[in-house]
């Protein structure tokens, strides 16, 4: 029997560079996974001042504090499943930083819910581009029963063609109304009376900021 031996092309200096691109690639995908991880909790998300304003109202509602126990975090709705889609998310996400550094002064309560309403936009159009899949990590459609007699026939009977996203938005930050029907001048009259501001105020500072 004879002794077994290498195809001629693995020579020495191929076999160095297959070792270490193989422990690179470990190494990489290693960190890609705490990267991800980490950018997505909340204390992450939260670094950011303006960020808090979403966490106050996330902690008023069940997605925060359910009898179960269950508590869907930051990354848990808005980052999607899997170390590439995820990175690619933030990746993606890395555009809000650039506003926050080099766009409107968010951390200020008026500026921050003036805009509110295009964030919100956003957010309900990545859903709908990934058919709600974040929302199916901890919903199971042919299990929801509800608390109305009828809650489960319409999810058994009338989803066909929709997303979550589509019936179920402002369940857990603060409520924007649907895009189509969305009126500016009514949400800045609305800012301007909850923060005591003189009228006007809002369209001004909508041009400035």
Known sequence: ??????PVFITRHVLIALVVG???GVL???????????????EFCTTCHSMTYADDTYRQTVHYDSASGVRASCGDCHVSEGVFAATWDHAIGSKDLFKQLFGPD????????????????AARK???????ATCMRCHTQEAIQGKRADTAAIHREETEGKSCIDCHYNLVHRKVPDE??????????????EFALEPGTAERLMRTH
């Open 106 to 121: 968010y951390d200020d309560p008026v500026i921050n819910t003036l805009h509110l309403p295009e964030a919100a936009f």
């Open 1 to 6: 029997m004879g002794k077994l031996r290498a």
């Open 126 to 132: 990545w859903f709908k581009a990934r058919d709600s």
């Open 22 to 24: 193989g422990v690179g």
């Open 28 to 42: 990489f995908m290693a960190f890609l996974l705490e990267f991800d991880h980490y950018t997505s909790t909340n």
């Open 180 to 193: 189509s029907t969305f009126k500016r001048e009514a949400w800045n009259r609305m800012v301007e009376e």
